[in-house]
């Protein structure tokens, strides 16, 4: 069974870092694309960075760009991103989301339950 | 204002069709396969449909989706209560060069 679990989450003030990681099992996670996908309180998902299997690809949205780092070790089973300068707007859950693909179609086929952070003062 | 555009809302009786519509343009959309993910109240979205039309191991008939040029649509025919929730189309974005959602979809079982 696929279990993502995601933890790292809570209150920073603005200004301020924090580093979510992301624990994986119940397959082979060096194989997979992994993710990170946040919903703000009350809005539409948001898709925050993604990396390829060995790490070499990284994608973030502009909205994160220069401020979040993602990697992973795949030794550990494990994704993290790194976000510094926080703002109060990064405040949301943040999920953990394993890509997956058929023939050369991509999408999110698990998601981990969240970890909140909130950016306040 | 999300890349991929839905209607904010949609709702039917137990047992109508209901169908939800995804607009998005020549670099998402009409270049790309969709997803549909269905979140239901209080939990993580959940994939509901891959590849346009594909419906993973789990995943009532009852839900289908197709693509046209820039548009999709996800389907849900004989509406049950079950199936109040939100939905969300996804795609990537090759100006981007990343994902991009809708902003989702509540369906409201009357």
């Known amino acids: 069974e696929v279990q993502l679990v995601e933890s790292g989450g809570g209150l920073v003030q603005p200004g301020g870092s924090l580093r979510l990681s992301c624990s994986a099992s119940g397959f082979a996670f060096s194989r997979y694309a992994m993710h990170w996908v946040r919903q703000a309180p009350g809005k539409g998902v948001e898709y925050v960075s993604g990396i390829n299997s060995n790490g070499g690809k990284t994608y973030y949205a502009d909205s994160v760009k220069g401020r979040f780092t993602i990697s992973r070790d795949n030794s550990k089973n494990t994704l993290y991103v790194q976000m510094s300068s926080l703002r109060a707007e990064d405040t949301a859950v943040y999920y953990c989301?394993?890509?997956?693909?058929?023939?050369?179609?991509?999408?999110?086929?698990?998601w981990g339950q969240g970890t909140l952070v909130t950016v306040s003062s | 204002q999300s890349v991929l555009t839905q209607p904010p809302s949609a709702s039917g009786t137990p047992g109508q069709r209901v169908t939800i519509s995804c607009s998005g343009s020549?670099?998402?959309?009409?270049?790309?396969?969709v997803n549909w993910y269905q979140q239901l109240p209080g939990t993580a979205p959940k994939l509901l449909i891959y590849?346009?039309?594909q419906r993973p191991s789990g995943v009532p008939d009852r839900f289908s989706g197709s693509k046209s040029g820039t548009s999709a649509s996800l389907a849900i025919s004989g509406l049950q209560s079950e199936d109040e929730a939100d939905y969300y189309c996804a795609a990537w974005d090759d100006s981007l060069n990343g994902w991009v959602f809708g902003g989702g979809t509540k369906v409201t079982v009357l």
């Open positions: 020549s670099s998402n959309i009409g270049s790309s396969t």
């Open positions: 590849s346009n039309n």
């Open positions: 989301v394993k890509g997956s693909w058929r023939d050369s179609d991509f999408y999110f086929d698990y």
